[in-house]
């Protein structure tokens, strides 16, 4: 089984930064893909950002483009996303995912952390 556990959430003012980071562990292997979906109440579970195995490709939603970064720690089973100009609107439970493909960003995403709550006030 794997294992995603992540940290790093908490309550910020608007145009601040967050930086979170989720550990895999368990039966894992570095040739996947891993995202950053997010979840605001009363909302569907979004797709946020995804990076490859390797680190070297990264998507993002338009919602969060050119104000997240999503990266890969050496170890290939971490996996940070670093969130600058943070909006109200970003408020939501963020959890990390993995795929279960192989290296395919779009998915399918089979294992899920347990999520981190981020707020953001005005």
């Known amino acids: 089984q794997v294992q995603l556990v992540e940290s790093g959430g908490g309550l910020v003012q608007a145009g601040g930064s967050l930086r979170l980071s989720c550990a895999a562990s368990?039966?894992?292997?570095?040739?996947?893909?891993m995202a950053w979906f997010r979840q605001a109440p009363g909302k569907e579970r979004e797709f946020g950002a995804a990076?490859?195995?390797?680190?070297?490709?990264?998507y993002y939603a338009d919602s969060v483009k050119g104000r997240f970064t999503i990266s890969r720690g050496n170890a290939k089973n971490t996996v940070y996303l670093q969130m600058n100009s943070l909006k109200p609107e970003d408020t939501a439970v963020y959890y990390c995912?993995?795929?279960?493909?192989?290296?395919?960003?779009?998915?399918?995403?089979?294992?899920w952390g347990q999520g981190t709550q981020v707020t953001v006030s005005s």
């Open positions: 995912a993995l795929e279960l493909k192989g290296d395919s960003w779009y998915g399918p995403y089979g294992y």
């Open positions: 368990g039966r894992t292997s570095s040739n996947y893909a």
């Open positions: 990076v490859s195995w390797n680190g070297d490709r990264t």
